[in-house]
């Protein structure tokens, strides 16, 4: 089993700019306000959160089900 990552790359769909993100273990997160430009990034319909929307990793629970780790 590949380790899980812990952090991730978010690309804003609004700025385009990404941020290194630590993503939590507890809770998916489906809001994100982008440091960049202040927008409220929200997950795209069917997804369970921001990571596994705007993200080069999935989420943490994403990838304890053995999905794919990154995109």
């Known amino acids: 089993m ?7 790359t978010l690309t804003c769909p609004h ?3 990404n941020q ?4 939590p273990t507890d809770v998916c997160k489906y809001f ?8 409220r990034i929200k997950a795209k319909s069917g ?3 921001v990571f596994c929307s705007y993200a080069d990793t999935k989420c943490p629970s994403k990838q304890q089900e053995g999905g794919e780790t990154v995109w």
């Open 2 to 8: 590949k380790p899980i990552k812990m952090k991730a």
């Open 32 to 39: 994100y306000i982008c440091s960049h430009c202040g927008e």
């Open 20 to 23: 290194i993100v630590e993503m």
């Open 15 to 17: 700025c385009n700019k």
């Open 47 to 49: 997804d369970c959160c």
